[in-house]
């Protein structure tokens, strides 16, 4: 039941990362009354392409990384695939933190998407960390947080357009709300699942362990 579960899940989350792209190629046309916030993006399009380019490959780099016969087949691949994720996420979070100087609402959503950029850049740096030292477990564990911090480029475009059109929010109100919801939620999910996984297992929560 565990491994159906998961298939499903996966397949879930990935079918999600692949529409992520569809839903962000107009940020690479030029015409720029299609951007949100066309008033100010346009100005900084190097930025918002390299950030959102950045969090689209990371997007579908990721799930193929938590694939344990992809894994144990073609570790190679996985090492490279892992190293261009990291560089993604690097790029997505540094330029992400850039644009979010001028986010839609305000300080609040200025502050929770700023947040983003730097949790993410974050747990992909101690993810990558831990594979050099040999820590895979631990590892694991931070790939896992980094990955569901790069899900919030999908929840961002379920969340907002649910609360503006959905619940009826002002665009800034739902912003605003949004700029915390869509990556907040995915942290404490993976925490909660992870160390409960490893409570059932008998273990402890050691970030230190093989």
């Not at 261009?84 to 001028?102: E, H």
């Not at 947040?115 to 896992?144: K, P, Q």
């Amino acid at each position: 039941m565990k491994t159906v579960f998961f298939r499903v899940g996966w397949f879930v989350m990935t079918l999600l990362c692949v529409l992520l792209v569809f839903t962000t190629l107009r940020y690479f046309g030029s015409d720029s009354v299609a951007f949100f916030q066309s008033d100010i993006y346009p100005d900084r399009i190097v930025a918002l392409r390299l950030h959102i380019g950045g969090g689209i490959v990371a997007a579908l780099t990721g799930p193929l990384q938590f694939c344990g016969g992809f894994r144990n087949r073609f570790r190679a691949l996985h090492r490279v695939l892992g190293k261009i994720y990291i560089a993604a996420v690097l790029t997505g979070a540094v330029f992400g933190l850039m644009i979010a100087t001028t986010a839609l609402g305000g300080t609040v959503s200025q502050s929770g998407f700023s947040a983003l950029a730097l949790a993410w850049a974050g747990a992909t740096l101690m993810a990558y960390r831990r594979i050099r030292t040999g820590t895979v477990a631990a590892h694991r564990r931070w790939m896992i947080r980094s990955f569901a911090l790069t899900f919030a480029f999908v929840m961002l475009r379920i969340i907002f357009p649910a609360l503006q059109f959905g619940a009826g929010l002002d665009q800034v109100t739902a912003f605003q709300i949004t700029s915390w919801a869509c990556w907040v939620p995915n942290l404490l999910l993976v925490e909660l699942a992870m160390r409960k996984r490893n409570h059932a297992n008998g273990h402890g929560f050691d970030e230190t362990a093989h």
